[in-house]
Nanobody, 131 residues
Framework: QVRLAESGGGLVQAGGSLRLSCEVS????????IGWFRQAPGKEREGVAC????????YYVNSVKGRFTGSRDSAKPTVYLQMNSLKPEDTAVYYC????????????????????????WGRGTQVTVSR
């Protein structure tokens, strides 16, 4: 059974930092990519970043580029999203999702921000940025 578990959310002041983790269970290898999505109140869910567990490639949307950094843990089935210089508009529930169905697993183009590219989803973690 595949399971994705986000952690690391919380309340932080504007300008602060948080590191989200996405722990994956149920895969026996590293052939997958993890997308990070967020959904603010009253808004649609949007993809903001992607980290390939396979080759470490990353992708970011413009609104987070330069502030968010994705990485993979070489020893554990875990992917991280380091969020710096947080803004109130970053407030949202953050989800991680896994792309497993192939045929490729790198985060090289904008398709990685589309929900339909992913096969499995976590339940989300709340990030709140105060002014």
């Amino acid at each position: 059974q595949v399971r994705l578990a986000e952690s690391g959310g919380g309340l932080v002041q504007a300008g602060g930092s948080l590191r989200l983790s996405c722990e994956v269970s149920g895969f026996s290898d590293d052939y997958y990519a993890i997308g990070w999505f967020r959904q603010a109140p009253g808004k649609e869910r949007e993809g903001v970043a992607c980290v390939s567990k396979t080759d470490g490639s990353t992708y970011y949307v413009n609104s987070v580029k330069g502030r968010f950094t994705g990485s993979r843990d070489s020893a554990k089935p875990t992917v991280y999203l380091q969020m710096n210089s947080l803004k109130p508009e970053d407030t949202a529930v953050y989800y991680c999702a896994a792309h497993r169905s192939g045929p490729y697993y790198d985060c090289s183009n904008s398709i990685v921000t589309q929900e339909g590219w992913y096969d499995y989803w976590g339940r989300g973690t709340q990030v709140t940025v105060s002014r």
